[in-house]
């Protein structure tokens, strides 16, 4: 990526999402804690194809759409994905197609069990 003299990244790739399973890669990303400016939350990589048509998540009060879901095989994990920008998915997303992702990963609790939600922040064909 081109840089910027004397500017700071608003985020940095920490590795491919095939290195390790998304539990290992949630206790990685909470080293460098706290987030907030001039640390930016750490994002994750996978080049990998889109294996499901793009679903609309929506709000369950109003009904409006806020995100996408959809299925996702990297060389090696079968992952599901949400990305909020659905202007960029309706142009860019299909099933079946190769891209390039970077990610951020969240862990949160539910029902007694930890889910690993990644969520899209750019994508590339």
């Not at 790739?13 to 290195?19: A, S």
């Not at 499901?52 to 709000?59: D, Y």
């Not at 202007?87 to 990610?103: D, E, F, I, P, R």
């Not at 609790?109 to 922040?121: A, E, F, K, Q």
Request: hydrophobic share 35%; with cysteine.
């Amino acid at each position: 990526m081109p840089q910027i003299e004397n500017h700071e990244g608003d985020r940095e790739v920490v590795g491919e999402v095939d290195l390790f399973s998304p539990a290992k890669w949630a206790e990685i990303t909470t080293v460098p804690e706290p987030f907030g400016a001039g640390n930016p939350f750490p994002t994750n990589a996978a080049k990998g194809r889109l294996t499901t048509q793009p679903v609309k998540l929506l709000l369950k009060e109003s009904g409006k759409p806020w995100a996408v879901k959809a299925g996702f095989q990297s060389q090696q994990q079968k992952l599901s994905m949400t990305w909020r920008d659905l202007q960029a998915v309706s142009k860019q997303w299909t099933a079946g197609q190769n891209y390039a992702l970077t990610m951020e990963l969240t862990a949160k609790p539910w029902n007694g069990r930890l889910c690993y939600n990644w969520s899209v922040l750019m994508s590339s064909r």
